[in-house]
């Protein structure tokens, strides 16, 4: 993976001491509010409903062992023992001192990591696919592309204030496990005839209150290109995109209104303007960074593993976390881990400083000094040999970490909701833990299948609703919390956004009517068929009458 | 005997640390939103959060606001479920924040599920 | 209004002048954009110096006939978070405007760098910051990693940096 130059090191340690300066100037009364605000956001610090949060940048979702651990360190020494891994492959932590962060920004420092541009009006986090460099359906690993867009995108002092947040994601897959098609900018790498590799630019997807899928704007963008487009597309969003409403302030928005071809020709005439020579260099660059996302040297295996086979059939709990947590691996012998953070009954997403350190020493032991966010908000050990997987399964359920429920209905995203965020409009924990504890028994989630349940606590849709095959949004009415059910959503390459499927349910009624779309899906499903493909065959209509018919 | 007064209450977060405070009646912040002092007429209101400027000035509080609230019995109870919330702590874990160091209000945020 | 250039503070002799009205015969004049398209003929011709304000809607390619005869071209920032200007300077340098660009409006020390790379070189700043606070401000990154803006010598492009010597990475095996 990608380790610092003393470049790198540089501009870390210099944008922490200008953050300390700028906490020093708040805490002393030289900075107001209204002036520190922008400064803290533009560094992962938010002030929530019970004190700071910080935001740490988890680039493209790859950790190592050594960084996991400090993350640990962090919850231990700075917050209450925990950490909240999010749906952008980013963690959290929830009880953060102002006068803190300073240090904890340093404690990251030390380990190649930081808080730049976790929030405010600039390009974020840059996501990628979570089996990146794994993955057996991958064309290449688009994580190196992942790195370029970090850099070129830290303090970048043309689009650090645009009309709002911007959100880049990257997938070298054909199978899309990044969500390519709801972001600001998704890119998607593919093979031309000539077997040659290329981008395609997919802009203006999006989820919060205008949920959009994006229009491709190229289909093939030599990869020499991308810094270079790239800033022609975000120049063009940054002139022209609406800045009276914050609603309306999304690139979405500015495509949507001018049209998906005003805005082709105007990217295309801004990019004919720009001097080119500047992004020349990156393909040095690109093969510079590429070098560090080399494969590790996997073993020579055979692609049956004997041991393997034999624990599945003395371990049935094992048999079925293998069943449904192991992810196919581009090397014989290997498997993809996926570790749930949803324990039945849990919180989605978090972690204990325990449950990290022991997943850093699995990803040391046995996965190559590798782990992954996903932000379907799991943790990924991408490279594990199929004989070690006993040993990783066994080191998981003895820290609550073995829930085999990867896919299934158990595996819900939830954004932190009202129980932690000052924008939230509801709880999404609380039913997020109902609708687990409704459908614990493994067997039924066995029979249910694929599934992906969303669960966002407002309109911001961190929870990615919109694209749940059943979304949950929590809102709020004169003070209540209610919540609006949409199905058919979908965030793979088939993207699409769900259909609102009546009104609304109080928070207690949730898990009920979860289970009564999922019976009818059962009732109708065809030999084979995933809940996602019933209700695209089907529509709205059964399910709302299942749903309406008896209220 | 049940008393009851309607009124606002200034809420704020602690600059320093983020912790949600509440004004109370000799100009302190407490943690606590028991001690929060309620103004039941708008000019009151006005003057509670003139106070809680003054104190966003001096850095000791930041982003003040009033906030519907009621006492029952000498307990107070915001009127939104934000509000009780920032006065416990998150329900989902009863073991973290104010709820868990003794300084919790005495009307829950909603029931847990 | 005070007047940050190179890191001191300098006298402002710029006369901003309105949509309409009489210009002083000698002046150096900054206009709107509107009178500069409206009265160009005589303003190309007139002794002294010209200067131009736009607005953050104005397109910058359309100025491109106008550029060699302006001094000072003024950008707006109505609000600190609104980065328009930030595009149109930039977009003014690549075009090869070689003159001042002046900031104004809502223009704090912690975006001074920003302002810089992207190609400003003037600031009217009013009297909330001490002046110390502005000239630290100008240095507080001394690394940046995008190419191709206007940075000082003092800030080093780290994607140039890195390639000024032999390039062992090539030799390294490469993923995908």
Redesign the interface.
């Known amino acids: 993976m990608y380790r610092y130059?003393e470049?790198?090191h540089?501009?870390v340690r210099?944008?922490t001491n200008?953050f300390r300066n700028?906490t020093e100037r708040?805490?002393?009364?030289?900075l107001t509010?209204d002036?520190f605000r922008?400064?803290r956001l533009m560094n992962g610090l938010y002030?929530?409903?019970?004190?700071?949060m910080l935001r740490v940048a988890i680039p493209y979702g790859t950790l190592s062992g050594r960084q996991m651990r400090q993350l640990a360190l962090i919850a231990d020494k700075w917050d209450?023992g925990y950490g909240h891994f999010t749906t952008r492959q980013n963690i959290q932590y929830n009880?953060?001192?102002?006068?803190d962060a300073p240090d904890i920004l340093d404690c990251l420092a030390e380990v190649e990591m930081h808080a730049i541009q976790t929030s405010g009006?600039c390009i974020r986090n840059v996501t990628t696919d979570h089996w990146a460099?794994a993955a057996a359906d991958?064309?290449?690993?688009p994580?190196?592309v992942g790195e370029l867009l970090r850099?070129?995108s830290?303090?970048?002092?043309?689009?650090?204030?645009?009309p709002r947040k911007f959100k880049i994601a990257v997938t070298?897959a054909p199978h899309d496990r990044a969500a390519v098609k709801v972001h600001d900018i998704g890119l998607r790498l593919h093979k031309n005839e000539a077997g040659a590799i290329g981008w395609e630019v997919i802009v203006g997807g999006g989820l919060g209150r205008t949920p959009m899928v994006g229009v491709t704007v190229r289909d093939f963008l030599p990869q020499h290109e991308l810094v270079g487009y790239l800033e022609a597309i975000m120049?063009v969003y940054?002139?022209y995109g609406r800045?009276d409403n914050k609603y309306k302030a999304r690139i979405k928005i500015l495509v949507h209104e001018i049209g998906a071809d005003t805005f082709k020709s105007e990217v295309e005439a801004e990019y004919a303007?720009?001097?080119h020579?500047?992004?020349e260099?990156?393909e040095?660059?690109l093969?510079?960074i590429?070098?560090y996302?080399?494969?590790p040297a996997f073993d020579k295996l055979p692609r049956w593993s004997a041991s393997f086979e034999e624990a599945k059939l003395a371990n049935p709990g094992f048999a079925r976390w293998a069943k449904n947590n192991l992810g196919p691996h581009r090397v014989d012998g290997y498997s993809i881990v996926n570790i749930s953070l949803k324990p039945e009954g849990g919180?989605p997403g978090d972690a204990t400083a325990e449950q990290m350190r022991v997943m850093a020493d699995l990803a040391e032991r046995y996965g190559n000094d590798e782990l992954r966010v996903s932000h379907a908000q799991n943790i990924v050990l991408p490279h594990v040999r199929k004989d070690d997987l006993l040993a990783v399964y066994q080191a998981l359920e003895n820290t609550n970490l073995a829930a085999a429920n990867y896919g299934l209905a158990g595996d819900i995203i939830a954004c932190p909701g009202?129980?932690?965020c000052a924008l939230a409009t509801a709880?999404s924990?609380?039913?997020a833990?109902?609708i687990s504890r409704k459908f614990a028994d493994s067997k039924r989630q066995d029979e249910i299948g694929k599934l992906k349940i969303n669960i966002s606590g407002c309109i911001n849709a961190c929870g990615h609703h919109h694209v749940g095959h059943i979304g949950i949004l929590g809102l709020d009415k004169k003070?209540?919390?209610f919540y609006q059910i949409t199905l058919g959503g979908s965030s793979a390459e088939n993207a699409s956004i769900g259909t609102i499927l009546g009104p609304g349910f109080a928070?207690?009624e949730v898990?009920d009517a979860i289970e009564t779309i999922l019976d009818t899906y059962l009732k109708h499903r065809e030999a084979g068929e995933e809940f996602l493909a019933t209700y695209r065959r089907l529509g709205p209509k059964p399910f709302k009458e299942a749903l309406y018919a008896t209220a | 005997m049940n008393t009851s007064e309607k009124g606002q209450l200034v809420t704020a977060?602690r600059?320093?640390?983020?912790?949600?405070v509440f004004l109370t009646r000799s100009g302190a912040w407490s943690e606590e939103i028991d001690e929060a002092v309620l103004a039941l007429e708008p000019e009151a209101a006005a003057a509670l959060e003139g106070r809680a400027r003054e104190d966003?000035?001096?850095?000791i509080v930041?982003?003040a606001y009033l906030v519907d609230a009621e006492r029952l019995n000498g307990r107070v109870r915001a009127?939104?479920?934000?509000e009780r919330?920032?006065a416990l702590?998150?329900?989902?874990?009863l073991d973290?924040?104010k709820q868990a160091e003794g300084k919790g209000a005495a009307f829950a945020a909603?029931?847990?599920? | 209004m005070q007047l940050l250039k190179n890191n001191v503070l300098v006298t402002d002799n710029w006369l901003n002048a309105g949509s309409e009205g009489e210009l002083p015969s000698a002046d150096d004049v900054i206009v709107p954009f509107a009178r500069l398209l409206k009265e160009w003929g005589e303003l190309s011709t007139r002794a002294g110096k010209l200067g131009l304000r736009l607005s953050n809607t104005d397109?910058p390619?359309a100025l491109g006939t106008f550029l060699p005869r302006l001094s000072v071209i003024v950008l707006p920032f109505p609000a600190?978070?609104?980065?328009?200007a930030?595009?149109?300077a930039?977009?003014l340098r690549?075009m090869g405007y070689r003159g001042e660009i002046r900031a104004t409006g809502n223009v704090?020390p912690?975006?001074l760098?920003?302002?810089?790379?992207?190609g400003f070189d003037a600031f009217e700043i009013g009297e909330r910051f001490p002046l110390e606070?502005w000239q630290k401000a100008s240095r507080?990154?001394?690394?940046?990693?995008?190419?191709?803006?206007f940075r000082q010598a003092s800030v080093?492009e780290?994607?140039?940096?890195?390639?000024t010597d032999a390039?062992p990475?090539?030799e390294?095996?490469?993923?995908?």
């Open positions: 130059d470049f790198d540089q501009f210099e944008r200008q700028q708040r805490l002393s009364g030289a509010e002036e922008p400064l002030l929530q409903l019970h004190a700071y209450k009880w953060v001192k102002l006068e009006n460099g991958e064309i290449a690993d994580r190196p850099q070129w830290s303090l970048h002092p043309e689009f650090s204030f645009l070298g120049r940054n002139l800045r303007r720009r001097p020579p500047t992004t260099v990156e040095r660059e093969a510079r590429a070098a996302f080399a494969p919180i009202l129980d932690y709880r924990i609380p039913v833990q109902s003070g209540e919390e928070g207690h898990a | 977060n600059l320093r640390d983020g912790i949600a966003e000035k001096k850095t930041t982003g009127a939104h479920i934000r919330m920032r702590g998150p329900t989902v874990r973290l924040g909603p029931e847990g599920e | 397109r390619e600190f978070n609104d980065g328009r930030y595009s149109i930039r977009s690549d704090l912690d975006q760098q920003f302002m810089l790379q992207v606070t507080q990154m001394s690394l940046a990693y995008q190419r191709g803006l080093a780290i994607w140039t940096e890195r390639h390039e990475w090539l390294q095996p490469h993923a995908g």
